[in-house]
Each structure stands twice: as C-alpha cells, then as structure tokens.
C-alpha cells in the first residue's frame, strides 16, 4: 500500500518552517496589546488644557522712583495704567508702598495721586501697604486695581508624570504633557490689549456713505464702479542713479 502525497509532503517539511510560523503568529498577538502608542495624531489640545479665560483680576503697576520722584518714564506709564482703567477697571485704584516705607515713600504717592488727577480721574484712592521680600532690593511702589482681564484658567508649572518614566504605561504613550502650552497661553493672555477680542468680535465700522453714491453713480452713467488702480512701474536700470 503506497503513502498519501499529501502526508508525504508534509512530513518533509523542516523544522524551521514551524519556528517561522510560530514566531509570526507571536508577532500578530502582540499587535493587539494596547500598551504604548505611535500614533501621530494629537489626542489633546492645549487650548482646551488651558483655556484662556475673562475674569475679575487685578491688574497691577510698579513703579520704581528715580531720584527720589517721578521721572517721564514712570509717569507715563502711571497714564497708560489710567487708561486702561478708565476701560477695563472697576471700583478704586489703590497704591501699595513698601512694608516699613510708608513714610519714606509719602512724596512718590502724592506724586502719583497728582499724576491719575492730570488725566481726568476723579475719585477715591486708597493707600496701604504690601509685605517686602528683601529690604536690600529697591522697592516699588505699587498700582492696582480689579478689573477684566484674560487670564490662563489653570495653574502653569505643574508636573504630576515623569517625562522620562519608561517604568509605567504612561510613560510610554505618545501624548503632550500636562503642562505643554501653559506659558504659551499665559504670555498671549497678558499681550491682549482688550480681553473682550478674545471672545467677541468688534463691531463693524458704518458704511462710507460717498463711496456708495460714487459707486451707484458711476453704475447710472454707464460706468465701472470699481477704483482704477494705477501702477508705475520703474525700470531696473533707473534704480538708485539719483535722476
């Protein structure tokens, strides 16, 4: 009785083969473990992490006295800090002197007071004082007031994984940390000039009247509206000879 082909065949495949097999159907398992990942796409985005905010917050001025006064620099800045609230701010504004300076500090505060008078406000402002950290540094006189402003709604420098943990699944995964874009939106957040266009766009400027008249003037006589843009080139050889 002869052997079946097929199971002679069969037999006479090495051992290799089997290895090569079970090595390949180990490597397909093991692409279904969901322990690390190399995907490109950003699960998180740090706009929503750290969303910039509207809020009641203080806005503050130092200001640092030369020669025992106001100089230009300062009391410019003193005006741009009544600007702003005259727009953003509410309630009063207080001035804040150095933690045992109050007496020494009296000339720079009526000083000041004369400087937020010269531009129109008028009101209470209130002085006290704020703890020094170091008496050996120069020591400002402060300016605040509450008012709105766009802040960052989380706290920045917060660190709760290890970046270069290789001990845990985290560590493993193609994510931004936590605290990724924090500085980024804080420093955006204190450039705004007006927090509101943060939030809502500015209303549009009214129509130009005239140009609309023009336009449906030039239409009745037959007439391109559009504006007849003229361009004067300036030939290359006649660049930079004085005539």
């Known amino acids: 009785m002869s052997r079946n082909p097929i199971q002679r065949r069969f037999r006479a495949l090495p051992f290799g083969w089997f290895l090569l097999a079970s090595v390949a159907a180990a490597t397909l398992a093991?692409?279904?473990?969901?322990y690390a990942s190399n995907d490109s796409v950003e699960p998180g985005d740090y706009h929503q992490r750290h969303p910039i905010v509207l809020a009641q917050a203080p806005t503050t001025l130092d200001v640092y006295p030369v020669g025992g006064g106001l100089d230009p620099q300062a009391a410019a800045n003193i005006r741009a800090f009544a600007e702003r609230y005259r727009a953003l701010g509410a309630g009063q504004i207080t001035i804040l002197a150095p933690a045992g300076q109050r007496e020494r500090s009296s000339r720079i505060i009526d000083e000041i007071r004369r400087t937020l008078a010269s531009t129109g406000l008028r009101g209470y402002v209130g002085v006290g004082v704020y703890p020094s950290a170091d008496a050996t540094r120069a020591s400002a006189v402060r300016l605040i007031f509450q008012g709105l402003k766009a802040v960052v709604a989380t706290p920045c420098g917060q660190w709760p994984t290890d970046l270069a943990s290789g001990g845990s699944i985290e560590g493993w995964k193609n994510q931004p940390y936590p605290n990724f874009g924090c500085a980024t939106q804080?420093?955006?957040?204190?450039?705004?000039?007006?927090?509101?266009?943060?939030?809502?766009r500015r209303a549009s400027d009214p129509p130009d009247v005239n140009?609309?008249?023009?336009?449906?003037?030039?239409v009745r006589n037959g007439q391109d509206p559009g504006t007849n843009w003229k361009i004067q080139n300036t030939a290359i050889g006649q660049v930079g000879t004085g005539g």
Not at 30 to 34: A, E, I, N, T
Not at 186 to 200: F, G, N, Y
Not at 211 to 218: K, Y
């Open 186 to 200: 804080s420093v955006l957040a204190a450039q705004v000039d007006d927090p509101r266009d943060l939030a809502q």
């Open 30 to 34: 093991g692409c279904g473990v969901d």
């Open 211 to 218: 140009m609309r008249l023009r336009a449906i003037v030039d």
